[in-house]
């Protein structure tokens, strides 16, 4: 059993800025997603894509987390809190964010920035799906080092005790998802793109893996105190996480049944 050292948060202070643990994460996921992206962009240039390219959709990716986080929590979560108080959705220094909002915000930026582009949504989501476990990783790291989001009550010999929570021990559930979403997520995308896939299906992948992986960790993760278990014994984040699965079925059937135009080298 280990103990939580409680970091402080703010991991650097230059005068009256306050540098936080959690916006260095986010900064080391999207400086991560960039090199990364332009790494495939350098050794595959039969992709069509150029580093201008990488650099625009950077800037779309990131509002995309952002906004849509940041709506996603509102709406997923605490709903009725904002709603009857609604001038606190911008406090973004309160915390706050949900992957799932965040992952719609990325899609809706991504058609538009295939719009722009002239491509297929398809192309930019088969691109980018193998750079997004990296920047989870980071964001599971900032979980911990926050001693937020932590586990259920459990007694084996790795439990961690939050002393900001209680004196339990419990499933380090960050760690868990920085290894599974982030580690496991990332080489299985990066081994199966690095072949030539029918359109679709890298992005097919990620949806299965990324929620089949995001479903199990919940069994071990604390429900949200506010939200509790909800039908049928299951978390919230475990709904969500339903829907990515089975749109991730339908889209990898689709891509190898109608097989559109191969998308990788």
Known sequence: MFIHPLFNPVALELGPVAVRWYGLMYLAAFVTGLTLGRHRIRTRPESGWTL???????????????????????????????????????????????????????IAAMAIFALRRHTSWLAVTDFIAPLIPAGLGFGRIGNFINAELWGRPTDVSWAVVFPN?????????????????????????????ARRRPLGAVSGLFLIGYGSLRFLVEFTREPDSFLGVLAMGMSMGQWLSLPMVLAGVAMMYWAYTHKPKMYGH
């Open 52 to 106: 201008k390219d990488m650099d625009d959709l950077l800037f779309y990716a990131v509002l995309g987390v952002v906004l849509g986080g940041r709506l996603g929590y509102v709406l997923f979560y605490k709903f009725a809190d904002y709603i009857a108080d609604p001038i606190r959705i911008f406090y973004v220094w309160e915390g706050g964010m949900s992957f799932h909002g965040g992952f719609l915000g990325v």
């Open 165 to 193: 929570v209680d004196d339990l021990p419990r499933h380090p559930s960050q760690l868990y998802e920085f290894a599974l979403e982030g580690v496991v997520l990332f080489l299985l995308l990066w081994i199966f793109s």
